[in-house]
């Protein structure tokens, strides 16, 4: 069955220095994947989208590369914030135009 | 513009009880779709609405069921309530049903606790 696994511990990351996230994906190739952020007691937020023909994309400090090769997404976060501090999730289509999340990474950007 | 809304935030039932959960979408916006999240499966797809009517529908149990109005706004139900339907229940609208496409904007959700 299809899985989504990102870091279930949490990331300590000292401010100014990058963090980088982790998703991986095994049992199928998502079109696309998209990561969100997602503060105590909020909804998510959007962040990227980035498509199976593209390596990377950036936003400001933010930056996703793809590599559908290792079936791997990595997320980072650079010059890191406090304010960076919260669970960052990563989702993927599925075939039957569904989407899956996975569990989600806790970031902790210490000052 | 204003965001999504849900209401009620918070909600504690007992078991056996059916529940009732509002959305209102982004003004403008007629996707709807409803997730459950809880600290053991994460976030997971519920369904989701377009123009009144169920495009997709993850795997759950007949016990959940939902409906969009023609303003998109749109309710969910869950009947006969056990305790591990205690999640927090988010809903996301975006302009067009395609899934992760599209940006979905999510709603603060509801804080459900069955007893």
């Known amino acids: 069955s299809q899985k989504i696994e990102q870091n279930s511990e949490a990331l300590n990351i000292q401010e100014g220095k990058t963090a980088t996230l982790t998703c991986n994906y095994t049992n199928y190739s998502p079109a696309y994947l998209q990561w969100y952020r997602q503060d105590p007691g909020r909804g998510p937020v959007f962040l990227l989208l980035?498509?199976?023909?593209?390596k990377e994309k950036r936003k400001e400090r933010l930056k996703v590369t793809f590599d559908t090769t290792l079936k791997q997404s990595l997320f980072h976060i650079t010059a890191s914030q406090p304010a960076d501090s919260a669970t960052y999730l990563c989702?993927?289509?599925?075939?039957?135009?569904?989407?899956?999340f996975g569990k989600g990474t806790r970031l902790h950007i210490l000052p | 513009k204003a965001g999504v809304t849900q209401t009620p935030r918070y909600l504690i039932k007992t078991r056996g009880q059916q529940v009732t959960l509002s959305c209102s979408p982004i003004?403008?916006?007629?996707?709807v779709s409803w997730y459950q999240q809880t600290p053991g499966q994460g976030l997971q797809f519920l369904f989701e609405?377009?123009?009144?009517?169920?495009?997709n529908k993850g795997n759950f149990p007949g016990r959940f069921s939902g409906r969009q109005f023609s303003n998109s706004r749109s309710e969910m139900n869950v009947s006969t309530l056990e305790l591990g339907d205690s999640a927090l229940y988010l809903c996301a609208s975006s302009l067009i049903p395609s899934l992760g496409t599209d940006t979905q904007y999510f709603g603060p959700g509801t804080r459900l606790t069955v007893l």
């Open positions: 609405y377009f123009s009144e009517t169920q495009r």
């Open positions: 989702a993927l289509d599925h075939r039957d135009d569904k989407i899956i």
């Open positions: 003004s403008g916006h007629r996707s």
């Open positions: 980035i498509r199976e023909n593209e």
